[in-house]
């Protein structure tokens, strides 16, 4: 069993999926209840309608405590890509976004996917599809680093 993550409010953090593959999404949100990771998890099928959600909670800082802790993204979507995604959340109030980690998950191997993310301050992982207990136990680990650095 994956160890606890450390949450902003004490429980087992939220966690947004944005994945255009309904399949990927069921297997990720199983995958994040079944090791313990979370059960609190928010799944949207493009970047486009995360973003509209995202931005629906800005404009109500009351709000502002129903941004996920971690958002678990693909790259490689119609539409909206996870890199204009993530151009998109870069451009976000800092004071709503700060608290929002990063994951993305991907298929791609090509290694400028994996450079062209990991520079950005919010992304703390880059991580193969499909979503495994091995890779669950390396981002517990680098949560867990973060949160000692913290």
């Not at 313990?36 to 909670?57: P, Q, W, Y």
């Not at 800082?61 to 959340?89: A, C, K, Q």
């Amino acid at each position: 069993m994956t160890k606890m993550i450390p949450t902003m409010n004490g429980g087992k953090p939220q966690v947004m999926l944005i994945d255009d593959c309904s399949i990927d999404n069921y297997v990720n949100d199983k995958m994040l209840r079944f090791y313990g990771f979370s059960d609190n998890t928010i799944v949207f099928s493009s970047g486009t309608k995360a973003l509209k959600h995202i931005n629906a909670i800005g404009l109500d800082e009351s709000r502002w405590r129903e941004m996920p802790e971690y958002i678990f993204l693909d790259l490689n979507m119609p539409v909206m890509s996870g890199h204009t995604f993530m151009e998109e959340f870069q451009k976000m109030d800092e004071r709503l976004t700060a608290r929002t980690k990063v994951v993305v998950l991907s298929s791609s191997i090509d290694p400028l996917d994996r450079l062209s993310v990991l520079g950005i301050p919010s992304v703390i992982a880059f991580l193969g599809k499909p979503l495994i207990k091995s890779n669950l136990d390396e981002l517990t680990a680098i949560i867990g680093g973060y949160a000692k650095a913290g």
